[in-house]
């Protein structure tokens, strides 16, 4: 069942090929969302700071964000 979902792109790598981060426009409410996704099945604190940062920037309070980790099955 497609889904239309309206989102930001906050940040992107310049080879479209690392990460991005993307959020819905709106940083409060119910429907408030954001994703940082890498294609590293393994992502360290180094890597993830400074995209942490730039979401905290765009105005996401990162300390209720939840890192998922890859499940490799």
């Not at 940082?36 to 942490?52: A, C, G, N, Q, Y």
Request: aromatic residues 10%; charged residues 20%.
């Amino acid at each position: 069942m497609p889904t239309w979902l309206d989102y930001v792109i906050i940040d992107i790598d310049e080879a479209y090929s690392s990460y991005l981060v993307c959020s819905s426009p709106s940083t409060k409410g119910m429907g408030a969302w954001m994703y940082i996704m890498t294609r590293e099945k393994v992502v360290t604190d180094d890597f993830l700071k400074p995209l942490s940062e730039t979401a905290a920037k765009a105005g996401w309070d990162m300390s209720k964000a939840v890192r998922v980790p890859h499940n490799s099955q």
